[in-house]
């Protein structure tokens, strides 16, 4: 069984709506594994004398995260993140 998680980011573009999404998606890459989709929450801009000067959007962004051995579900987020055994004997993470 596999568990998605989910985030929020903010993301901008000069250009669009659009491009701010792209944008994002792509940001969230580099640091994500297992995108799955990405959804906007919110969008806005930023105006500076009476012209768009920045798109914004704010995404929800769904990822698989890599699995792990823990016994409990609240495994550090340091492990979750990076995938390794917990070093914090609470957390009672396997080997």
């Not at 990405?38 to 698989?64: M, N, P, S």
């Not at 890599?66 to 492990?79: E, K, T």
Request: a positive charge; proline letters at 5%; glycine letters at 4%.
């Amino acid at each position: 069984m596999s568990v998605a998680r989910v985030t929020e980011i903010i993301a901008s573009s000069t250009k669009s709506f659009e491009d701010a999404v792209k944008n994002g998606v792509k940001r969230a890459n580099e640091t994500l594994d297992n995108i799955e989709g990405a959804w906007v929450k919110d969008q806005k801009v930023i105006c500076e004398d009476g012209k768009i000067k920045e798109f914004r959007v704010v995404l929800k962004v769904t990822f698989v995260p890599p699995a792990h051995h823990c016994r409990l579900d609240s495994c550090c987020p340091r492990c979750i993140t990076a995938n390794l055994t917990c070093t914090v004997p609470s957390y009672q993470c396997l080997p």
